[in-house]
């Protein structure tokens, strides 16, 4: 594996393994690396021959009082993890690298942006759709990987690679969790022990809406109140939002069409955010393309869903 911070040094090193015929993958990440992270260099290993993770804390994509110089870093252990994960390039670059001096031409994404997470964080899908242009620009892979639980980014890239005509492959992957339930994050590791146990009712807030959704509930408003029930223990809650996962807009109730619950909390202090996606058309043949990877629960969470199944209250 080569660790690479330039931009020129990742061009030479591309440029061997495109000439040796290699199809590129790539996992564009903010480092401080867990599962969640290294299920995207797996995908990527299984399908590509080469696999370039980027690792660059991108500014543009925080607000003025948010947690960029506090953002958690451990270059070495990721460095390590990306080696025994089968990487094939770190790309490390310097903030300069990315920014030069001068800097001001940024992606402009549009209604996509606009909800959610775009209400709560002005200007967190502007940055977020630059960078991942730009790192698209200086890796282009034959294919990029992007977690589910970012759902609102994943939708923004995919539809900026098709306005700008990347001739890239966009490969959503299942979010991974915690085996009880907490959707993995960097961001975790703010967490003290009992923050990190009343975090949990966000992904039991999900599950317990997916459960019900399961049994044949398809009235939005319904599926909202189940998940909000559980949704007592954050502070405050941005919101609790059930959408169409290709527009992002309100889902029309009864549900129809694939839609994704999606979450954002604060707990004490800390931002997390979450996503199901409740598909209809499940039993029907394959989904289309831009939506995402809908058989994702593990076992584990399977467990869990039982067990809330178990305590659903009847209505
Ligand atoms: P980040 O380092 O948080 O910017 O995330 C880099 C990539 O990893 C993004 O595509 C995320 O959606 C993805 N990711 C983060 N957490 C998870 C998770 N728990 N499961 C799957 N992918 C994740």
């Known amino acids: 594996m080569e660790t690479i911070t330039t931009l020129a040094g990742l061009r030479l090193a591309l440029a061997k393994a495109r000439k040796a015929g290699r199809r590129v993958g790539f996992v564009p990440t903010m480092g401080y690396l ?38 958690p870093r451990d270059f070495l252990r990721d460095e390590r993890l990306c080696r025994d994960g089968g990487v094939s390039i770190v790309f490390a670059p310097d903030p300069r690298e990315v920014y030069p001096g001068g800097f001001e031409t940024f992606v402009e994404p549009g209604e996509l942006s606009k909800p959610l997470c775009g209400a709560f964080r002005p200007g967190h899908f502007r940055g977020v759709a630059t960078v991942v242009c730009k790192l698209l620009n200086m890796v282009q892979p034959d294919a990029v990987f992007l977690g589910q639980k970012d759902f609102q980014q994943c939708a923004v890239v995919r539809r900026m690679a098709t306005d700008l005509n990347f001739p890239v492959e966009i490969i959503t992957v299942p979010t991974v969790r915690e085996p009880d339930g907490l959707a993995m994050s960097s961001r975790n590791r703010y967490l003290n022990d009992e923050q990190r146990q009343r975090a949990l009712c966000i992904s039991r807030a999900l599950f317990a809406a997916d459960a019900k959704f399961r049994a044949g509930e398809r009235e939005v408003d319904v599926l909202v109140a189940i ?76 467990d869990t869903l039982t067990c809330d199944r178990m305590s659903m209250p009847s209505s």
Not at 41 to 67: C, H, K, L, M, Y
């Open 34 to 71: 867990h599962e969640g992270h290294l299920a995207l260099v797996e995908a990527s290993r299984a399908q590509s021959d080469a696999t370039v993770v980027s690792i660059f804390v991108n500014p543009t994509q925080f607000g003025p009082n948010e947690d960029l110089s506090t953002y």
């Open 227 to 302: 998940a909000r029930r559980h949704l007592d223990q954050v502070d405050p809650l941005h919101y609790v939002e059930l959408v169409d996962a290709d527009t992002l807009k309100p889902a029309a109730s009864p549900l129809s069409h694939p839609a994704a619950l999606c979450v954002a909390a604060h707990v004490g202090g800390t931002r997390l955010i979450d996503n199901v996606v409740l598909n209809p058309e499940a039993d029907a043949p394959a989904p289309s393309k831009t939506v995402p990877e809908l058989h994702w629960l593990d076992d584990r969470v399977q």
